[in-house]
């Protein structure tokens, strides 16, 4: 599939600029450590279902869903946190996807480039900032908003023509989130999500060096 010719693409981060997935889950195995394997596993398991939803979902879901406990807006807040010191160096030091760092400077002055991810707006800024990336995108989205909305806010403010934009992503949320406001996706393809791209039909990539 020839990206080139979109006005427009929405890159999710994690599995697409930075292949940060494993070190986004050994951050919950991390958090709920003193749970045991049980739990632990449970958590491993959703996490990489729901790829892509913010752990400010996350996080209350699994104290409620697996440790029939529920917290308080102080909590969540304070285990937000915890989680983003267990993972944003880690993210730092993950390994680029292939290619796609020389994708963003070939061609960040000919197309309009947004971040668009499930990462807090505060480590996704200070992730950014310390690849020294930020240059290449017009702008940069994070939770507590949901890609839907990221993706219906930036089409309504910019009045952006949904077929001359692309979201490029690697979990169902951001395929959702694409089809949801009627835009184009392109997977970044993993052995992580084979199987929950099994049953859909979209176009996929796993090295963007295909395109340059």
């Known amino acids: 599939m020839d990206i080139g010719g979109y006005q427009v693409i929405f890159w999710d981060f994690d599995g697409v600029i930075k292949d940060s997935v494993n070190a986004k889950t050994k951050g919950y195995i991390q958090l709920f450590d003193s749970y045991g394997t049980h739990i632990k596993n449970k958590i491993f398991q959703h996490h990489i279902e729901h790829g892509g939803v913010s752990r400010f979902e996350k996080i209350p879901l699994y104290y409620k869903k697996y440790l029939k406990t529920e917290l308080s807006a102080e909590q969540i807040q304070e285990l937000c946190l915890k989680y983003g010191e267990f993972t944003k160096y880690a993210v730092l030091k993950s390994e680029w996807v292939p290619g796609v760092r020389k994708y963003l400077e070939l061609n960040c002055t000919r197309q309009t480039f947004f971040v668009v991810t499930g990462t807090p707006q505060e480590d996704i800024n200070w992730i950014i900032n310390k690849l020294d990336i930020q240059s290449m995108f017009f702008g940069v ?22 077929e001359s934009c692309l979201m490029v992503g690697d979990a169902l949320t951001d395929y959702n989130a694409a089809k949801k406001t009627k835009i184009n996706f392109l997977l970044r393809k993993t052995p992580e999500n084979e199987v929950l791209f099994k049953n859909i039909s979209c176009n996929s990539i796993d090295d963007f060096m295909k395109l340059i």
């Open 141 to 162: 989205y994070g939770a507590p908003k949901t890609k839907i909305e990221i993706l219906s806010n930036l089409i309504e403010k910019y009045d952006l023509k949904p």
